[in-house]
């Protein structure tokens, strides 16, 4: 390994300001400037009549120049443009350090004719401020003061109530800045703003809308009084010592990224790229990255947060410090397990990956593979038929297989209630029921006759049972146990319960040192019992990453029932990072009257309604596309892709950063053939990777954990949203959690989308929609 004579380090947007068809020469460059700065061809050059007199510029091919600074024994890699672009950005640009809390900034003076300029350069901020002062001056003049106040509008501005003086004065946002923050008309408005502004006062102030405490933000920004020393005003770039101080402060992490060697280097060009989520992470998640635990750990946040980012780091942070350590993380389906583990080798190529569950390394899986191998292992000993016992009442030393309890179309469980009689009402025998009643109270309580079932408290269930229900409920548990003895078979919920069991039978010693959940609202009892028992209690033991709204999959659960205490340990993140805020508005709308509260499912008596969930983007708003008729909705669909392959071909972006998401796998199979006859080409996805240069057609639950640059819903429609399962709806509870359910799965379809959102429908709208009004208000 070797330290090269100029560390690099590397602009938060320095990835966002060149095409991605000319990423392998910026990174053959970037390499080139990492071993020697004196190599042929690179042809560094300082700017005359520069802003900054340590701007200077690299070759990157004929046509491309990298723009970047100077600072001694380090480069500050500031970004990439067009040969003639590159001349007039360096001219025009510099680094300064803020005086008041010693953080640095790349800044620009004057606008350029630079392709996609990224933030207001000082210029721009002065001409803002002064045509907004002449607005209201013009205001006033025309309106009566009677009429001076404002329109209330359905999405305020959240800074509206602090003072310019407040967010100049005491984090030191530029004035300019202050002044329109505060006086923004909406919270689009404001965020639109601010994605001009950019760097760490952009940051601030995000951070400042969800609900984050003034002086928390000026702490977490603050750089040091001995970098803030050495600051400057606008318009003069500050002294090298003070900016070198800055930018590798680890305060500056969220901004800039520096590579001190070799192995830095293989990092950070792991995928190729320079992904923003490898390399710049928001304080907030940096802080749960490395936030030392004893007992369990529950981050929530919305969708787009970065929860499964933090999870991400967290396990490698892990390995990192201890490469003996059993890593176990886990996710709810085959295609979110394989995602994580390619973003875990994405983020450290070198990081040791476990064989086997249970040896030094990371494994990443479900809890029903956990469960497999645990069984797997346990094969033919005493415990495995001591724990078979213990849960389902029957044991064998061989390990069992495995057999669906799907509670709709073919289920054991239509036999078993056969044995009911008449005892339940008609709307309680229902696979559904049973299917619920066994998850939620049989199998947690290893109740194995009917007197322990006709005593089992039944905490949170919707229906109360008499005494001779109760023994009607429990005739048909015991005919479908007998089934899976005759059979030799168990369901994934009686393996997870078993597996839970035979792990508690060796020791205390589980399979693992850290366990990590992801998506872990969707699991049901019996896995958490599994996922305590994976792990003793100690260091780090268990983290959990999940979101309530996205809950598609299971039913509410108080973790503190299965032995994991989650009261006083649980955060959350509130700024989104992949959505635009016009999106993520719509996806909140859907959630109206149906989103619950995860701390008040644990007992846990927060105040947060200070806090706000917002988007660090703005866009344009969801398109909306009634239809006449399904023939129509069709045509409307091929019309509106048609446009937006042409729109991506002409901005060099691949057509399968486009994503079409259906409720049903009939209606993916149905849009994927009509599409085809309009001249769409498209790709279902089932359990297959998204394939490469076709837009993907995929139900709602398989979007589950991806994204797309544009996103359309089809058939949001009355008849397809919210689809209630016969037999789903057996009690006023059941009915409010499969409603949920249904809202939660709108909302994680309205989140994929990164920029637009589109969503048609025929004849009637889904009532889970937001109104026409609603949407552009």
């Known amino acids: 390994m070797t330290t090269p004579d100029k560390q690099l380090i590397l602009d938060r947007g320095f990835a966002d300001s060149y095409d991605k068809s000319i990423a392998g020469k910026v990174t053959a460059t970037i390499e080139k400037l990492h071993k020697d700065t004196t190599t042929n061809g690179l042809h560094i050059e300082p700017i005359r009549n520069s802003a900054d007199d340590r701007v200077r510029t690299a070759r990157v091919d004929q046509f491309h120049r990298m723009v970047m600074f100077d600072l001694g024994g380090f480069l500050l890699l500031y970004g990439v443009y067009a040969h003639d672009d590159a001349y007039e950005v360096a001219a025009k640009t510099y680094v300064r350090v803020n005086p008041m809390n010693g953080a640095a900034e790349i800044r620009r003076m004057e606008p350029t004719s630079a392709r996609g300029e990224r933030h207001y350069t000082d210029a721009e901020l002065k001409a803002l401020v002064e045509a907004r002062a002449a607005e209201m001056v013009a205001l006033q003049q025309e309106q009566p003061a009677a009429s001076s106040n404002p329109t209330p509008t359905t999405s305020p501005n959240p800074l509206g109530t602090f003072s310019r003086e407040e967010l100049a004065g005491q984090l030191g946002v530029d004035e300019p800045v202050a002044e329109v923050a505060v006086s923004a008309e909406s919270d689009d408005e404001l965020v639109a703003f601010l994605g001009r502004v950019g760097g760490w006062q952009g940051d601030a102030l995000l951070d400042l809308a969800t609900g984050t405490p003034l002086e928390e933000v000026r702490e977490r920004y603050a750089a040091g009084e001995d970098t803030a020393a050495g600051g400057t005003e606008v318009g003069v770039p500050s002294g090298t010592d003070a900016v070198v101080r800055a930018v590798t402060t680890p305060r500056a992490a969220s901004r800039f990224h520096l590579i001190e060697d070799d192995a830095a280097l293989e990092k950070a060009l792991a995928s190729g790229d320079f992904e923003a989520w490898r390399l710049f992470l928001h304080p907030d998640q940096q802080e749960y990255v490395d936030k030392r635990t004893y007992g369990p750990f529950r981050l929530s946040g919305g969708a787009g947060t970065g929860k499964t980012v933090v999870l991400v780091h967290r396990a490698v942070r892990l390995a990192r410090e201890n490469p003996g350590a059993r890593i176990l993380v886990v996710s709810y389906t085959r295609n979110l397990v394989d995602m994580i583990a390619q973003q875990i080798r994405s983020l450290d190529p070198g990081v040791r990956m476990a064989g086997q569950l249970g040896q030094p390394g990371i494994s990443v899986m479900t809890l029903d593979q956990v469960a497999h191998r645990v069984l797997s292992e346990a094969n033919g000993s005493a415990a495995l038929s001591e724990a078979m016992e213990e849960v389902v009442g ?27 009689g008449s005892e339940l009402p008609a709307r309680l025998a229902v696979p559904a029921f049973f299917q619920s009643e066994y998850q939620e109270v049989v199998l947690p309580g290893h109740i194995t006759d009917e007197r322990a079932y006709l005593r089992a408290p039944r905490v949170g269930r919707g229906t109360r049972l008499g005494r001779n229900q109760r023994r009607a409920v429990w005739a048909a548990v015991q005919r479908y146990r007998a089934e899976g003895l005759a059979s030799q078979a168990i369901d994934w919920d009686e393996a997870a319960a078993v597996a839970a069991a035979v792990l508690h039978r060796s020791g205390g010693i589980g399979v693992a040192d850290h366990v990590l959940i992801d998506e872990g609202q969707d699991f049901t009892p019996t896995r958490w019992l599994l996922a ?73 008596q927060l105040d947060h309604s200070h806090e706000r969930y917002i988007s660090s983007r703005s ?121 949920l359910r249904e809202r939660s799965l709108l909302y994680v379809g309205a989140t994929r989308a990164r920029d637009v959102l589109a969503i048609s429908w025929s004849k009637k709208a889904s009532p889970f929609l937001p109104t026409v009004d609603e949407v552009h208000a």
Request: charged residues 25%.
């Open 532 to 604: 305590r028992a994976c792990v003793p209690e100690g260091p780090d033991d268990l983290f959990i990453a999940e979101d309530s709204n996205q809950r598609i999959y299971g039913q509410r659960i108080v973790l503190g029932h299965f032995g994991i205490k989650v009261v006083g340990r649980s955060r959350r993140l509130r700024l989104n990072y992949r959505t635009t805020e016009q999106n993520l508005d719509l996806a909140l709308k859907v959630l109206e009257g149906g989103a619950y509260n995860l701390d008040e499912v644990e007992d846990e």
């Open 394 to 420: 029957w044991g064998v030393k061989r390990t069992p297989g495995y057999r669906n309890s799907g509670a709709y179309g073919v289920s054991p469980w239509d036999e078993a209630i056969e044995a009911v």
């Open 619 to 739: 866009g344009p708003a969801p398109v909306l596309l009634p239809a006449r008729d399904l023939a129509h909705e069709y045509e409307l669909a091929a019309r509106l892709l048609k446009q937006w392959l042409s729109e991506l071909s002409e901005d060099g972006l691949a057509a399968s950063t486009l994503g079409i998401l259906t409720r049903t796998k009939r209606e993916r199979d149905a849009l994927v053939r009509t599409l085809g006859e309009h001249g769409v080409p498209v790709a279902p996805v089932d359990t297959q990777d998204i394939p490469a240069g076709t837009p993907a057609v995929m139900t709602l639950h398989r979007a589950k954990g991806t994204e797309f640059s544009r996103v359309l819903l089809f058939e949001v429609s009355e008849s397809a949203i919210p689809k209630f399962f016969p037999g789903s709806q057996y009690d006023e509870k059941a009915h409010q959690d499969s409603a």
